[in-house]
């Protein structure tokens, strides 16, 4: 599946009029993962190049980071992990590897792996240190910016610490953070709650939350208790 750079780290950010504009060659650049395994990068007849190699501009692709290596991909779940696999290929731009910057096409590493989290099912962030510092890419899926998201199924909090966090603005949570230990243990009656998006004309909606749920002082006490109206699955 083709994935493209979201137009958007306190060193540098691209303008957002380099979307269309300056950088517009680079903002139709694609990464795709296929099933199979494979990666590649289809750049088109210009991407956008650097001073390492040649000059800085929308220029020709230059090898080895023009589309041409024979690439794989690996997923691994357990560090959150995508390693791509194959001189030249790359994701987000081609200088950057594992620890630093290239200052030549001829330096270009044979694996770069990237941290990789989920904005939703159509947005993703890739990550990765260099030296002193930190590049970070969001790639949107291509043909999908304006679709909606489908969330139909039943859903439960993820079984782990910080399934639940709250904090002073997007990405930073340090206010409060479920430990892993109450996923078992005092919200163990909250962890087993349902969210039910039903796949019915009505787009129905349903909270199913069994005989107990883990309710609040507001709500009368705190720990585990009957679901207190309104917020006890009765809604329509």
Known sequence: MPWQLVPQYSWWGNPEDEVTGARACQFDDEFVFNEDGSFQNILGDETFIEGWQGSDGCGAPVAPHDGTATATWSFDASSRTITIAGK???????????????????????????????????????????????????????????????????????????AMAVGPSRGDYSWWGNPADEVTGARACQFDDEFVFADDSAHSFNNVLGDETFLEGWQGSEGCRTPVAPHDGSTT
Request: glycine share 14%; proline share 5%.
């Open 88 to 162: 030249g290929a790359y994701v987000g731009i081609p200088k950057v590897y594992n620890g630093g910057e290239l200052t030549s096409p001829a330096g270009a590493v044979d694996t770069i792996v990237y941290e990789v989290s989920m904005v939703d099912a159509n947005t993703a962030v890739f990550e990765i240190a260099i030296s002193g510092g930190y590049w970070k890419f969001e790639l949107v899926r291509k043909g999908t910016q304006a679709e909606a998201i489908d969330p139909t199924g039943t859903w439960k909090f993820a079984p782990k610490g910080y």
